[in-house]
């Protein structure tokens, strides 16, 4: 059983950073086998990928919302993808999560669903 477990999120002020883990287990394969996404849904609003991670394409493609702002870093000894986020606006307050599909060397613009998804972390930017 493939499993996502996302940590990390808080209350931050304007300007401050923060740092979202995701542990992936159950995988058949290695991590790095497997296309991560991470996504974000704020209240009243839709579901938005902000970025893709897929070392089979050798990719990472972040949504412009967060370019420059956010980054990920893969340990894959430890199973875990972590973002940092710098920056941090009132927008960017939401529910994050990872989600992975549970084809390996699946492409970033791949319309194919995710697969297996997290229980969320709220990230809270507040003064």
């Known amino acids: 059983q493939v499993q996502l477990v996302e940590s990390g999120g808080g209350l931050v002020q304007p300007g401050g950073s923060l740092s979202l883990s995701c542990k992936v287990s159950?995988?058949?394969?290695?991590?790095?086998?497997?296309?991560i996404g991470w996504f974000r849904q704020a209240p009243g609003k839709e579901r938005e990928r902000i970025l893709c991670i897929s070392n089979s394409e050798g990719v990472t493609v972040y949504a412009d919302s967060v370019k420059g702002r956010f980054t990920i870093a893969r340990d894959g000894a430890k199973n875990t993808d972590y973002l940092e986020m710098k920056n941090l606006q009132f927008e960017d307050t939401a529910v994050y999560y990872c989600?992975?599909?549970?084809?390996?060397?699946?492409?970033?613009?791949?319309?194919?669903?995710?697969?297996?998804w997290g229980q969320g972390t709220q990230v809270t930017v507040s003064a």
């Open positions: 159950g995988l058949q394969f290695i991590l790095e086998d497997y296309t």
């Open positions: 989600a992975a599909r549970d084809k390996r060397f699946s492409r970033c613009d791949s319309s194919s669903p995710y697969d297996y």
